[in-house]
Nanobody, 123 residues
Framework: QVPLVESGGGLVQAGDSLRLSCTASERTISSTTMAWFRQTPGKEREFVAAITRSGLITDYVDSVKGRFTISRDNAKNTLYLSMNDLHTGDTAVYYC????????????????WGQGTQVTVSS
């Protein structure tokens, strides 16, 4: 059973908005710090944003600050990423991660992963 399932990706134009969702299969997974990463072909998977279990503390990579918002609904075992003013540089496969430590931005620090959802931003 896939522990995390992402949805909400798609093809949009620059300046548009999208909201990604990530649903955890088990509450034990969703009750941890969670994060979003993204990856483009030929590049390493990079950290985008993270949120603590309580949802009170968030962390963002500089390139998305002020445009993206990470949030969670623990009752629904679901993580969200609201993306506004999308740029062509945001084009990537977006992955949900869980079971890591807040502040850790390397992929090896996270235990659970989804299969990813494609976001394509055209100019």
């Amino acid at each position: 059973q896939v522990p995390l399932v992402e949805s909400g990706g798609g093809l949009v134009q620059a300046g548009d908005s999208l909201r990604l969702s990530c649903t955890a299969s088990e509450r034990t997974i969703s009750s941890t710090t969670m994060a979003w990463f993204r990856q483009t072909p030929g590049k390493e998977r990079e950290f985008v944003a993270a949120i603590t279990r309580s949802g009170l503390i968030t962390d963002y990579v500089d390139s998305v600050k002020g445009r993206f918002t990470i949030s969670r609904d623990n009752a629904k075992n679901t993580l969200y990423l609201s993306m506004n003013d999308l740029h062509t540089g945001d084009t990537a496969v977006y992955y949900c991660a869980a079971g890591g430590l807040y502040g850790r931005r390397t992929t090896t620090s996270w235990k659970y992963w989804g299969q990813g959802t494609q976001v394509t931003v055209s100019s």
